[in-house]
């Protein structure tokens, strides 16, 4: 029933946003993760979300859109850990106001700030829960489910975020966008029952370090899946709008496919523990 869900939300929806706001793991990407998540929740609260399912899962890429309109969005989606040191960045406070007082506000918004992102939705979801303002919890549910997706995606967690600085220029829109289109059709998670989540922000960061150990592989497979193309195919891989490569798609798909996939079922399996944890820290309010 939710891939059926999906499919018409991803079909009917998708002419309505422009291409350039559809970053982050993609449109059709985002909204899976938000309707898979969705199928993680107890009995306690799903009522709600399922109702809702449509709209959480429509407005996933919403977030993306803010930043037409708010300069200090951008930011809140990615953070670059190797800016910090190396892993496991034991020189970043976790504490927003510590990360300040040690390395300026400057350095630390704008080398970003999305898990302290993800641990303020959190909060903000639990007083909404508590409120009882059904359109409030559902515009958070959302945004919060595209924060938790942008956590998972690698290349939010570093400062080559594009493989610009390796020569795998493009690889960002080719693993988070054209290789999870174009193979959608094979992805089947299997969605176990979700729990809370005992430190939202500790845990925010854990998901961001894990991303980023998949970083290397990821490249290497790029430069294999690239290594055969002609020059004029490899200007087009860095091209955010061109159209897909389907013999670097192949190659590619076989060596991080099943990272990929992964990394979206882990999302949708966090972003359900984590709307659990606002529900449970809001004292288990009955939704509208």
């Excluded at 999302?267 to 009955?286: C, D, F, Q, V």
Aim: avoid cysteine.
């Amino acid at each position: 029933m939710a891939a059926k869900i999906t499919a018409i939300i991803t079909f009917t929806f998708i002419v309505l946003i422009p291409s350039n706001l559809l970053q982050g793991w993609g449109f059709k990407a985002h909204v899976r993760i938000n309707s898979d998540a969705i199928d993680t929740l107890p009995i306690g609260m799903k009522s709600f979300f399922e109702k809702e399912r449509v709209y959480i899962s429509e407005h996933a890429a919403d977030a993306d859109k803010w930043k037409s309109t708010d300069k200090g969005e951008f930011p809140r989606h990615f953070i670059d850990l190797d800016l910090y040191g190396t892993y496991p960045f034991n020189e970043l406070p976790r504490d927003y106001e510590d990360a300040v007082e040690k390395f300026g506000a400057e350095m630390v918004n704008s080398s970003g700030t999305l898990p302290w992102r993800i641990a303020e939705f959190t909060q903000k979801l639990a007083d909404e829960m508590r409120e009882g303002d059904a359109n409030k919890i559902r515009i958070t549910a959302a945004a919060l489910g595209h924060y938790i997706g942008d956590a998972h995606m690698p290349f939010h967690s570093a400062e080559n975020y594009n493989g610009q600085f390796t020569n795998n220029e493009g690889v960002h829109n080719q693993f988070e966008k054209l290789m999870v289109n174009s193979f959608m059709d094979e992805y089947d998670p299997k969605m176990p029952e979700a729990t809370p989540v005992e430190q939202p922000l500790e845990t925010a960061f854990e998901i961001v370090m894990s991303g980023y150990q998949k970083i290397l592989p990821i490249l290497e497979a790029d430069a294999k899946a690239r290594a055969g193309l002609s020059d004029s195919l490899k200007t087009i891989l860095a091209d955010w709008k061109a159209d897909p490569v389907t013999e670097y798609l192949e190659i590619f798909y076989a060596e991080v496919g099943e990272t990929g996939w992964k990394q979206m079922s882990n999302a949708s399996l966090m972003l359900g523990r984590y709307w659990i944890t606002a529900w449970e820290t809001a004292g288990r309010p009955t939704l509208p």
